[in-house]
């Protein structure tokens, strides 16, 4: 199979190759996956560049990618749930960094496995798995309900657009910081748009002068504002910073979760959850799609198509 593989680590694409690559084994409880999409997210430069070293067993050649859509076309012994054909999207993380999304093909661990929803094409159901578990997970722990007034730092972005319409569809007042130029697409989401920078805090106590009861950061570096906005009693979570750990906050890593999966993908069937796509590539510029994320400032989901 054609895939991107790496070597070693390294700061930047100089060591992405695009080559032929052994087809993936199947074990016991996995399904093989044709990927028809695969989204990239932060963290697939950043274990490029050893950011995860000291965390997750790395085993070179690394094909890169958390994030899948594609068509079931072979299952191992003892995988009932699921059969060639099938349409799905998983959470592809694996125990070890190795065998990624970034290719024709992938096992994945059948629990970490849902049914594609229906409303979203492939691309869009790319973008739904890391980033849709993230938004939820943060909710949860966050305990979003109709009574809150929930802050999403980040809202423009990948996690953040899904955690505003999950915070709606909750029934919670979103208010998401975002550049001024995402602030229609904002909106569009249901939340209240406010320009991120400084006088952060100043504009969001205009907008909630008694303060927000819920702060969702997926950001980093927004403990400080975070802090100075937060009502008595409110509670803060941060996907990128660990330090709000010693301020009552949670830091969130979400694990694959075909179960959870499957309630996102049954939200956006209903109409209450979509996945903005910024741009797609084809596999061979996977490079190009990592540069773009590095950015920070991409609206939504890149998403790469072997």
């Given at each position: 199979?054609?895939?991107?593989?790496?070597?070693?680590?390294?700061?930047?694409?100089?060591?992405?190759?695009?080559?032929e690559?052994?087809?993936?084994?199947?074990?016991p409880?996995?399904?093989?996956?044709?990927?028809?999409?695969?989204?990239?997210?932060?963290v697939?430069?950043?274990?490029?560049?050893?950011?995860?070293?000291?965390?997750?067993?790395?085993?070179?050649?690394?094909?890169?990618?958390?994030?899948?859509?594609?068509?079931?076309?072979?299952?191992?012994?003892?995988?009932p749930?699921?059969?060639p054909?099938?349409?799905?999207?998983?959470y592809?993380?694996?125990?070890?960094?190795q065998?990624?999304?970034?290719?024709?093909?992938?096992?994945?661990?059948?629990?970490?496995?849902?049914?594609?929803?229906?409303a979203?094409?492939w691309?869009?159901a790319?973008?739904?798995?890391?980033?849709?578990l993230?938004a939820?997970?943060?909710?949860?722990?966050?305990?979003?309900?109709?009574?809150?007034?929930?802050?999403?730092?980040?809202?423009?972005?990948?996690?953040?657009?899904?955690?505003?319409?999950?915070?709606?569809?909750?029934?919670?007042?979103?208010?998401?910081?975002?550049?001024?130029?995402?602030?229609?697409?904002?909106?569009e989401?249901?939340g209240?748009?406010?320009?991120?920078?400084?006088?952060?805090?100043?504009?969001?106590?205009?907008?909630?002068?008694?303060?927000?009861?819920?702060?969702?950061d997926?950001?980093g570096?927004?403990?400080?504002?975070?802090?100075?906005?937060?009502?008595?009693?409110?509670?803060h979570?941060?996907v990128?910073?660990?330090?709000?750990?010693?301020?009552?906050?949670?830091?969130?890593?979400?694990?694959p979760?075909?179960?959870?999966?499957?309630e996102?993908?049954?939200?956006?069937?209903?109409?209450?959850?979509t996945?903005?796509?910024?741009?797609?590539?084809?596999l061979?510029r996977?490079?190009?799609?990592?540069?773009?994320?590095?950015?920070?400032?991409?609206?939504?989901?890149?998403?790469?198509?072997?």
């Open positions: 199979m054609r895939a991107i593989t790496y070597d070693s680590y390294a700061p930047d694409n100089s060591v992405l190759r695009y080559g690559h052994p087809d993936p084994k199947v074990g409880g996995q399904v093989l996956i044709q990927v028809r999409a695969a989204a990239v997210n932060p697939d430069w950043k274990i490029m560049a050893g950011g995860l070293d000291g965390m997750m067993d790395t085993v070179f050649p690394v094909i890169p990618g958390w994030d899948v859509a594609g068509v079931v076309v072979r299952t191992g012994p003892d995988t749930e699921f059969a054909g099938d349409e799905v999207i998983a592809a993380r694996k125990e070890a960094v065998a990624g999304t970034f290719a024709e093909y992938v096992a994945v661990s059948a629990p970490s496995v849902a049914r594609k929803p229906a979203l094409d691309a869009q790319a973008g739904l798995p890391l980033a849709g993230t939820l997970r943060s909710l949860e722990q966050l305990a979003v309900g109709p009574a809150d007034v929930l802050l999403v730092h980040g809202a423009a972005g990948g996690v953040g657009s899904l955690a505003v319409q999950l915070g709606r569809d909750l029934g919670a007042r979103v208010i998401g910081t975002a550049s001024e130029r995402n602030h229609a697409f904002v909106r989401l249901g209240e748009p406010v320009s991120y920078g400084d006088g952060l805090a100043e504009r969001v106590r205009a907008l909630a002068p008694d303060g927000v009861s819920a702060v969702a997926f950001v570096g927004q403990l400080e504002t975070t802090l100075a906005v937060l009502a008595d009693g409110g509670r979570v941060s990128a910073d660990p330090q709000v750990e010693q301020h009552g906050g949670h830091w969130i890593w979400v694990r979760d075909g179960a959870r999966l499957a996102l993908a049954a939200i956006a069937d209903r109409g209450a959850l996945v903005e796509v910024a741009q797609t590539f084809p061979d996977t490079g190009e799609a990592f540069d773009a994320s590095r950015t920070g400032h991409t609206r939504g989901k890149l998403v790469v198509v072997p």
